[in-house]
């Protein structure tokens, strides 16, 4: 079975700070996923990364994927409010589309 | 509009009753999937269809039974409800992955919170 850890499993930071996310795993992955979470809603696609070592910014958030392509980070610059939420990583391996999904980080950006 | 939706949002019962959550997705993908999700936020699967075809099955008791008609439904009815299946049901469809190995993520559905009582 593959695990994936995120760490912290819980941040709470003023507006404007950064803060970065990892998700670590000994399994290698084909592909790894973050998504966001809002109360009452599901899980929303931000971003997949292939490659080992590959880099993905998406306005402030920057994720980046291993070179083994066993962990991944997220950095978010200048946090705001907006940016609150449930952040899970997820891993695919290589055959057919399971992910398995890491246990989230709930991020909480203060005014 | 919506891309995967399910029925109900919110579904309280009693121990002992039967339910069923609906799911529907308007996206064209092969791949459907039932997700539960605890009271500590951790996603786990519990099935998977491809195509109406059955193909993830993880250890789920018996009184869950998935039913998909056709490649745009998968359903999720539970027998026999207990305390412990109180949780959020998510229901996700995607594409097939695409090579190599290119997983093209999950569309997720809103939920449906199941309370148990």
């Known amino acids: 079975t593959q695990l994936l850890e995120q760490s912290p499993q819980f941040l709470s930071i003023q507006e404007g700070e950064n803060l970065t996310v990892y998700c670590n795993s000994s399994s290698v992955f084909s592909s790894l996923q973050w998504y966001r979470q809002e109360p009452g809603e599901g899980p929303v696609l931000l971003v997949t990364v292939v490659t080992g070592g590959e880099v993905k910014k998406l306005k402030r958030l920057t994720f980046q994927f291993g070179d083994a392509r066993k962990d991944s980070s997220l950095h978010i610059t200048a946090a705001q409010p907006g940016d609150t939420g449930l952040y899970l990583c997820a891993g695919a391996g290589f055959s057919g589309s399971r992910l398995t999904f890491g246990e989230g980080t709930q991020l909480t950006v203060n005014p | 509009d919506t891309a995967v939706s399910q029925t109900p949002k919110y579904l309280v019962t009693q121990m002992g009753n039967d339910k069923s959550i609906k799911c529907e997705q308007n996206l064209g993908h092969d791949t459907m999937y039932w997700y539960k999700q605890d009271s500590k936020k951790f996603l786990k699967i519990m099935f998977s269809?491809?195509?109406?075809?059955?193909?993830i099955n993880e250890t789920v008791p018996n009184r869950f039974s998935p039913k998909s008609p056709d490649k745009a439904h998968l359903n999720l009815h539970i027998n026999s409800l207990e305390l412990g299946d109180s949780a959020v049901y998510f229901c996700?469809?995607?594409?097939?992955?695409?090579?190599?190995?290119?997983?093209?993520?999950?569309?997720f559905g809103s939920g449906t919170r199941l309370t148990v009582v």
């Open positions: 996700a469809s995607s594409r097939l992955p695409g090579q190599p190995y290119i997983n093209y993520g999950y569309t």
């Open positions: 269809y491809n195509n109406k075809e059955l193909i």
